[in-house]
Each structure stands twice: as C-alpha cells, then as structure tokens.
C-alpha cells in the first residue's frame, strides 16, 4: 500500500522559508512522480511543483518559480520541498501525491493527508 506523510508545515512571517517534507512507503522508490499541490479555502486546488525520477526533471507553478525548490533523496524515500521568500498568498494546506509511471502529466493515484503553511504578513 503506498503511503505518503507529509511534514514540516506551520507559521512563518513573510519572507521566511519552510521545508517540507513527503515520506514516501509502499512502492519502489526509482520509478516515480511526486508532486506538491495546495489547496486554500475558497479556493481550487493547484499544482505547485513536481519531480520525476525517469529523467530528474523538474516542474513549477509560475506563482512559485524561483522560490521554491523540490528535490528528492532516494537513500531516504523523501521528496522536498524548500519555500523561501514566502508570501501570504502561500498560505494552503500542502499535500504532496505520487504517481508512480513517473510522469508528472499523468493522474496522482495516491495523497497524503496535508501539512498547513501559514504565511503571516
């Protein structure tokens, strides 16, 4: 059963930086997609980033680009995602999702339940 559990949220004033954390079981780690989406209140979901283990590419929101960096360690079943400079508006709870034909265009088959980031003016 695949499990992902996500960790490293909380309050941060703007301009801080977070890193989160998406710990991954259940499935063979080397042939994968992970990606980071949030959800705000009121609001629809929306891809933030993703990381694909075929090739190591790498996808961005443009609401994210330059601030944010996802990464992956394989020895640690771990996808990450560091946040700096952020902003109000990165307010959210994040999830991360694996897909696991390694195609961050394809459907997430699985989430993890959510970690808040509250970014306060």
């Known amino acids: 059963e695949v499990q992902l559990v996500e960790s490293g949220g909380g309050l941060v004033q703007a301009g801080g930086s977070l890193r989160l954390s998406c710990a991954a079981s259940?499935?063979?780690?080397?042939?994968?997609?992970i990606g980071w989406f949030r959800q705000s209140p009121g609001k629809e979901r929306e891809g933030v980033s993703c990381i694909s283990s075929s090739d190591g590419s790498t996808y961005y929101a443009d609401s994210v680009k330059g601030r944010f960096t996802i990464s992956s360690d394989n020895a640690k079943n771990t996808v990450y995602l560091q946040m700096n400079s952020l902003k109000p508006e990165d307010t959210a709870v994040y999830y991360c999702a694996a897909q696991l034909a390694g195609d961050c265009n394809e459907r997430f088959g699985s989430w993890g339940q959510g970690t808040q980031v509250t970014v306060s003016s």
């Open positions: 259940g499935f063979t780690f080397d042939d994968y997609a």
